[in-house]
């Protein structure tokens, strides 16, 4: 629309002016019943300020009948102020462009505070302007279109209201335009589908044919779809479609236009529902062939008393084939009155109660039967019971079974009464109160107190004070449902005396069944027996003590003859200035001391009571230590072989005793292969477990083992028994002591660890020794040193001597002088304590560990190391005070060496330990 422009003024004649006076004057009518008139609504107004000069009625009706004219909008029409308009006319007058809007929306409030009516306007602000181009006003012109927004909106409303349905709801829908040849449908075409269709099919397809996603479809959804097309008539169906795999549940109608052969197509998957209901109809079929097949009659009954299934038992029960069954009322099956027997048992089944009950049911010849009938409820998933099922047992060979076992069970009853009498056994049934409930006559007899008088006191009562305990906690054992077999404890007799009684008692349903033997009896000969066999074992052990005397004696005195008759001769060559063959007969006595030490010590370790130095030791050094000296003792003959495994552990042993040993093992093996043959010392890592820890006699554990093996002569089990033994021997008078294997047993025992020997005739012995391991490092292997060779004594340095045999004072400190030490002596603790109690230095303690004086050597030596913490000790023993010594485990700077030692090895002692800093 263009911008109004008015014309200028002309000047005019009179008529002239009253004529164009008179044709405004028309044409303002003509214009004013044009507005009035006008379908619209139209306002004009002037001025920046939007005064109004002229509106027409569809405007006031617009405005709700207010006065406007000659009021500016702000001033009439609030309202629209206040929803923006005057801000709208505001840009429309400075910019002179008009302004459209379509359905714009006005909430006309005719008086503040007042209802509001809601308009949709469509309008125009015009511009009007002057000759010089100038905006002096706007024209408004509109339609008042809200019936036509409301029914839009309504419209809209609804269309997202189907849209929404049509998207969210989970059946499939989809509307389909047909194609025919004649009346024959071929194809049809996915106009439009929802989401649920996409989900149930897996296919997206709006907008395609048919043939072309789904060629394979089968004939029936065509013929199906283009009947209701043709006829109007809708379908429901369920079907197939086994090129998607489903079943569908399918409702059809024709929509739109017929002649458009558009249909209309709701459908569910309902795969899940036909699986469900084939493998229900599967399962019926199988259940049905399952109850048929029972010797049971089975049928369900309804809350109305009806049948709902029955199975062919009827036929033998009723005579009537299952489906003459199904569908008829209890009633009519039953008869009156066996329906009114029936009636209470069904009521409280229809109540939910499992109802079991029994009655005669004879069979169609006549022949008695009991039938035992079970109503079981049925109940819906919200609990209520819709009704029962019935079970019919013939159960009349059962009864007879419970006659029969219970004219056993009487007989059986007799025969348990007469035993229960006649048993001389204790039989008896108890509560876990502690009374007894029931005693057979062997207690009366075997006690003296009447069933009555046992019965009325707790069975403790007649319990032996000392066993009360321990019978306390058997009963407690009962009470946990613990059977306790061959239990003893002593009951008093009613004279006085005490009876000892075996008890075999089981915990049964809150009772305690017993059965109990009196054994004071085989008590009595097991004492009897027991003291026998102490006085035999003391017989024996006075036989080995004569054996070992006996031996001793003809060993010693062959010693001693040595030595003495050494020291002899020495005497008289020096009286006769023969001095150049002392040395000789020095040799014989000190080889004959060596050897009565060496028989000590293996009379010792017999014992286990000999003094171990256990140190962390490499027993595969000690055995390639060895080897040389085993090849030269076993002989040429003998060939040697010494297996050692790599990542041997290191054992904590006497490694001297170990070296004696194995050395013997191995005379003994060459003993046993007079003509030559093999032996093989072998090491290995052993882990015992508690069943090979059982059957070596041995904790569980790490240990190491040494073992000896011969190709020799071997030997039987019984001399196997006997090879530990002290001066048992295969050898002949003279050529043993009988106490190799005796010692090597005495030295693995005492260790700590084990010895087992495996040996079969004519195939060879082996022995093993099992030592515990040591976790840590072995130590390096001792230097001999000449007693020359050890260094001297430092300034000042004082050894105190504590040994209650002056003898061994006497060498102790001819040694320590020699070496340049000041010896102190002392002959008792008490005086060795007094000294180490003093201000006097000592450096190191030397001392014997049995001493008189109130105190044996560790106590003293503990007590001068509260004074002297840094005291050095050096224990000499010739007997086994490892006990006293702390079984091997010495505090640090101590340090054992045992009786009768070589002045070489006691000077390197002194020296190592004073040497060492603590």
Known sequence: MQPVILPEPETLSREQLEAEVRNLRAQSTSLAQMFEQAPGFI?????????????????????????????????????????????????????????????????????????VNERYLDFVYQPITDAHGAVSGIFVEGHDVTERSLAEAALRENEARYRTLFESIEVGFCIVEMRFEGTRAIDYR???????????????????????????????????????????????????AEVFGRWFDVRALRTGDPAENNVAIFFSDITERRTVEKRAEAGERELRLITDALP????????????????????????????????????????????????????????????????????????????????????????????????????????????????????????????WQASSDMLCVANLDGYFVSLNPAWPATLGWTEAEMKARPFLDFVHTDDVASTLAAAT?????????????????????????????????????????????????????AKTEE??????????????????????????????????????????????????????AQGAAKRAAALTHRLLAFSRRQTLDPKPTNVNRLVTDMEELVRRTVGPAIHLEVVGLSGIWPALIDPGQLENALLNLCINARDAMPDGGRITIETANKWMDDAGARQHDMPPGQYLSLCVSDTGTGMSADLMTKVFEPFFTTKPIGEGTGLGLSMVYGFARQSGGQVRIYSEVGEGTTVCLYLPRHYGDADDADVARQLAEVERAGQGET???????????????????????????????????????????????????????????????????????DLKVLFITGYAENAVLGNGHLLPGMQVLTKPFVLETLASRIKDLIAVPL
Do not use: C
């Open 43 to 115: 306002a004009l107004l002037t001025g920046p300020e939007h005064r109004f000069t002229l509106t027409n009625a569809a405007y006031e009706r617009a405005i709700d009948h207010r006065d406007v004219v000659g009021s500016t909008v702000a001033e009439a029409l609030p309202d629209a102020a206040a929803q923006g308009y005057v801000d709208l006319l505001d840009a429309v007058f400075r910019s002179g462009k008009a302004h459209r809007a379509t359905g714009a929306r006005f909430d006309v409030q005719a008086v503040p505070g007042g209802p």
């Open 190 to 240: 996915i106009l439009e589908a929802n989401p649920a269709f996409v989900r149930q099919t897996g296919a997206d397809v709006a907008g395609r044919w048919v043939s072309e996603f789904a060629p394979d479809l089968e004939r029936h959804w065509f013929d199906t779809y283009g009947g209701v097309a043709l006829t109007g008539e809708p379908a429901h169906f369920e079907h197939y």
């Open 296 to 419: 049971v009659l089975i049928s369900f009954i309804g809350a109305d008393h009806v049948y709902r299934f029955a199975n062919k038992a009827y036929e033998d029960w009723f005579f009537l084939p299952p489906e003459k069954v199904v569908g008829r009322d209890v009633r009519d099956l039953l008869g009156p009155d066996a329906y009114a027997a029936r009636r209470p048992h069904m009521d409280r089944a229809l109540a939910g109660e499992a109802v079991t009950f029994e009655l005669d049911w004879p069979r169609r010849d006549g022949e008695p039967r009991v039938a035992e009938i079970r109503y079981l409820p049925r109940r819906t998933s919200d609990g209520v019971v819709d009704g029962f099922h019935v079970f019919v047992h013939d159960v009349t060979a059962r009864k007879r079974t419970e006659a029969d076992l219970a004219r056993q069970v009487a007989a059986r009853t007799a025969e348990r009464d007469q035993i």
């Open 477 to 529: 054992g009962l009470a946990r449902g613990e059977p306790q077999i061959t239990f003893e404890n002593r009951y008093r007799h009613k004279d006085g005396g005490d009876v000892w009684l075996s008890w075999n008692a089981v915990p049964r349903d809150g009772l305690i069944y017993a059965s109990v033997r009196n054994v004071t009896e085989a008590k009595r000969q097991a004492e009897v027996l």
């Open 535 to 588: 006085a035999l074992r003391q017989s024996q052990k006075m036989e080995a003590v004569g054996q070992l005397t006996g031996g001793l004696a003809h060993d010693f005195n062959n010693l001693l003859a040595g030595i003495s008759g050494s020291l002899e001769l020495m005497q008289t060559r020096m009286a006769q200035g023969r001095l150049t063959e002392i040395d000789r007969y020095m040799t014989v």
């Open 799 to 869: 050894v105190l001597i504590v040994d209650d045999e002056p003898s061994v004072r006497m060498l102790v400190t001819e040694v320590l002088e020699d070496l340049g030490y000041t010896a102190i002596e002392a002959a008792d603790s008490a005086s060795g304590l007094k000294v180490l109690q003093s201000d006097v230095r000592i450096d190191l303690l030397v001392t014997d560990v049995g001493l008189p004086g109130g105190m044996n050597g560790r106590q003293m030596a503990d007590a001068a190391r509260e004074r002297r913490p």
